[in-house]
T-cell receptor, first 113, second 114 residues
Framework: EPEVTQTPSHQVTQMGQEVILRCVPISNHLYFYWYRQILGQKVEFLVSFYNNEISEKSEIFDDQFSVERPDGSNFTLKIRSTKLEDSAMYFC???????????FGPGTRLTVT | AQSVTQPDIHITVSEGASLELRCNYSYGATPYLFWYVQSPGQGLQLLLKYFSGDTLVQGIKGFEAEFKRSQSSFNLRKPSVHWSDAAEYFCAVGSNFGNEKLTFGTGTRLTIIP
């Protein structure tokens, strides 16, 4: 069964450093998303991406965040200068055309020290 | 703005007992409703979804949910729980056929006792 994959599974970085989280969505999907979950809290939407552009972003997704689909398979989330409060589990998701559910990857746990 | 309320933070049930997890949503148009399950340290797995049609939907692992528009609810049920059902359960609402952001509830942690 096709699945969304994410790398790395865990990343530790120092405050102020740049990080790139990588995702490979399901191959025939057209819509891509990033969500985050701070420990013990609910899953929060960050950004959605369709047709090579951002279709919606939340208030969390400020100028420190960016997304890119550099090739036909990868979808990345970049945090330019990490803060302690960026520590969270980051989930990538994708969905297909028409009526479709979102499939989530296993997540990347980001720890900012 | 869309929102989801899961009023029960933590539920404990005995193995073999029935289960109902509550979910209320707020959304102005036709909602697309989902239940996801998250085991400790794992990602989100889709249990079931409601887009339209029959208001009682069946999902994986023996779960079902009923959409009640009049009550703005989408409660998850299982007739007999297994120890492996212990996890965190999230209700979510979306739009545009599921291809826009999902808004999640705060989750319900399910504990199973022998």
């Amino acid at each position: 069964e096709p699945e969304v994959t994410q790398t790395p599974s865990h990343q530790v970085t120092q405050m102020g450093q740049e990080v790139i989280l990588r995702c490979v969505p399901i191959s025939n999907h057209l819509y891509f998303y990033w969500y985050r979950q701070i420990l013990g809290q609910k899953v929060e939407f960050l950004v959605s991406f369709y047709n090579n552009e951002i279709s919606e972003k939340s208030e969390i997704f400020d100028d420190q965040f960016s997304v890119e689909r550099p090739d036909g398979s990868n979808f990345t989330l970049k945090i330019r200068s990490t803060k302690l409060e960026d520590s969270a589990m980051y989930f990538c998701a994708s969905s297909g055309f028409g009526v479709s559910e979102q499939y989530f990857g296993p997540g990347t746990r980001l720890t900012v020290t | 703005a869309q929102s989801v309320t899961q009023p029960d933070i933590h539920i404990t049930v005995s193995e073999g007992a029935s289960l109902e997890l509550r979910c209320n949503y707020s959304y102005g148009a036709t909602p697309y409703l989902f239940w996801y399950v998250q085991s400790p340290g794992q990602g989100l797995q889709l249990l079931l979804k409601y887009f339209s049609g029959d208001t009682l939907v069946q999902g994986i692992k023996g779960f079902e949910a009923e959409f009640k528009r009049s009550q703005s609810s989408f409660n998850l049920r299982k007739p007999s729980v297994h120890w492996s059902d212990a996890a965190e359960y999230f209700c979510a609402v979306g739009s545009n056929f599921g291809n826009e952001k999902l808004t999640f509830g705060t989750g319900t942690r399910l504990t199973i006792i022998p």
